[in-house]
C-alpha cells in the first residue's frame, strides 16, 4: 500500500445544522464525532460549531444586518472559520424527508459569498473540498446529501468521490442514532460509508493544497470581466443583471 499522506497542514469545519441548541443531545453530532475523530487522529485540525447556536440571520447577502436585520453572526463569527477551513463537512437531521431549515440557512449564506474572490481571483470556494453527513429515522439520505454536495459544487467547492454518511432507523417513529439500542453505532454499513467519506475527504484536500489549488486558467472572473475569454467564441452578449 502507497504511504499515507501528511495531511497535518489541513483545517475542517464541521457544521452541525441540527435544530437542537447545545447542550441537548444531537443524534447528528454523535455521527460527526466518528469522522471528526478520524481526522484528528491523522493530524487534521477540526473545529465544529452548531449553527442553531448562533444568531445567524436568513438571506442571500454576506451581511444581513446590512438588509434589515438587527443581529447577524455570519460575517463576524461563522464565516471566518469557513474561509479558513480546507475542508467543510455540512451535517443535518432529515425532517418530512428533506434537510432541515437550518442546513437550508447555511446554505443560503455560503451562497452570499460565493461571488468572493481568492487569492488568484477564482471564485472564493475555489480549492476547498465538501462533504456531507445525514441522520433520522426516515427516508431521504441521498436525497439530502444530493442536495448539500449539489450546492457545495455549484459554488466552488470540489468534491471527493463518496462524499457523504448517514444513519436511519426503521421507517417512522423509532429510536434515532444515539439511542440505545438503535445499532447507529454498529451499523457496518454507515461506518464504513463514513469512514471512505473522511479520508476522501482529507485525500482530495491533500492534494488540493500539495498543487497549489485548482489552475488559474479559463475560471478567474476578472479576467473574463476585462474580456479575457480563454479560447471561447462568446455569442451576442445578454448581459445577466445577477452579479453572480
Known amino acids: ?49 452548531r449553527l442553531v447556536d448562533h ?18 453572526a455570519w460575517p463576524d ?20 424527508g428533506d ?14 459569498m460565493s461571488s468572493e474572490q481568492n487569492a488568484k481571483g477564482q471564485y472564493v470556494y475555489y480549492g476547498k473540498v465538501g462533504g456531507a453527513i445525514i441522520t433520522g429515522n426516515e427516508d431521504g439520505i441521498k436525497h439530502c446529501a444530493s442536495n448539500i454536495l449539489y450546492s457545495l459544487q455549484h459554488i466552488g467547492f470540489t468534491i471527493p468521490p463518496a462524499a457523504d454518511a448517514g444513519w436511519i432507523g426503521e421507517a417512522g417513529p423509532g429510536p434515532s442514532y444515539l439511542d440505545e439500542g438503535s445499532g447507529g453505532p454498529e451499523n457496518d454499513f454507515t461506518n464504513r460509508n463514513t469512514t471512505f467519506m473522511t479520508y476522501n475527504l482529507m485525500h482530495l484536500a491533500h492534494l488540493l493544497k500539495q498543487a497549489g489549488g485548482l489552475p488559474a486558467i479559463g475560471n478567474v472572473r476578472s479576467a473574463w470581466d476585462a474580456g479575457e475569454h480563454f479560447g471561447y467564441v462568446p455569442t451576442p452578449e445578454h448581459p445577466n443583471p445577477e452579479y453572480r
Open 77 to 96: 463569527a461563522i464565516w471566518p472559520k469557513v474561509a479558513a477551513a480546507d475542508i467543510l463537512v455540512v451535517g443535518g437531521p432529515i425532517w418530512l
Open 99 to 112: 434537510n432541515s431549515s437550518v442546513t437550508k440557512r447555511l446554505i443560503e449564506r455560503l451562497y452570499a
Open 55 to 72: 444568531d445567524v440571520a436568513t438571506g442571500v447577502y454576506p451581511d444581513m444586518r446590512e438588509h434589515g436585520w438587527a443581529a447577524d
Open 1 to 49: 500500500m502507497a504511504a499515507e499522506p501528511d495531511y497535518s497542514d489541513l483545517t475542517a469545519l464541521y457544521v452541525n445544522c441540527t435544530l437542537k441548541r447545545s447542550p441537548e443531545v444531537s443524534n447528528t453530532q454523535g455521527l460527526m464525532d466518528s469522522s471528526i475523530r478520524l481526522m484528528r487522529e491523522h493530524g487534521v485540525s477540526v473545529e465544529h460549531l
